[in-house]
């Protein structure tokens, strides 16, 4: 336990005060304000994280993919979701099923807090299908985490947009670019999906 009697300046998060809690007990009528602020504050740091993606780019010359990073989107109809490590493999999908006459695109999703649904509705047209490719469930929703925010972020819009989901690859369960795009070609069938 930590001694309370300890000068206030050595209140620091150091591995030799040993464990411990900081601010841990906020009063209840602090409790409500404080959590809009770190919604609003998470939801603003948006416009700071492309912010410094120019900076990165400005300062490299590389791009880092913006908060989804599109594969192949140009005349996309099927576009299909990910995150994380199943994107690479996600790409030759959509180039698998671009061989095969699917209109098929990749959405990267960069960074999943604050979710970016604005910039994939910007990307997903009226009409267009997605197919979202989880690694998790979302339990007691009925899919994956990603398929539950794209849904929450559609909710109440006016664009015709299909979407289903599928969960997959579970504990770095191996996921080859062919088995993805047969999962696509069987949720676009209807005989697999959320």
């Known amino acids: 336990m930590i001694n309370s009697c300890r000068p206030r300046s050595q209140w620091t998060l150091h591995p030799s005060y040993g464990p411990g809690t900081y601010g841990n007990v906020t009063p209840s009528e602090h409790y409500a304000p404080y959590r809009k602020d770190l919604m609003d504050s998470l939801n603003d740091s948006i416009s700071y994280i492309e912010d410094i993606e120019l ?25 299909l979701v990910s995150m994380g490590s199943m994107a690479k493999e996600m790409e030759i999908s ?28 910007e990307v997903l047209g009226d009409g267009a299908t997605a197919l979202v490719f989880d690694r998790n469930y979302g339990f007691g929703s009925g899919g994956g985490i990603v398929l539950q925010e794209l849904k929450a972020a559609l909710y109440g819009g006016d ?8 969960t997959c690859g579970l504990g770095g369960e191996d996921l080859p670019a062919k088995a993805m795009a047969e999962m696509a070609k069987k949720m676009l069938n209807g005989k697999e999906g959320a």
């Open 55 to 79: 900076q990165y780019k400005r300062l490299t010359g590389r791009e880092h993919g913006g908060l989804v990073d599109v594969y192949r989107g140009d005349d996309a109809e099927v576009f």
């Open 94 to 121: 959509v180039d698998l099923l671009r061989k095969e006459g699917i209109k098929a695109a990749g959405l990267r999703i960069r960074v999943f807090r604050p979710f970016p649904g604005k910039k994939l509705l």
């Open 159 to 166: 664009k015709n947009i299909r979407v289903k989901g599928c």
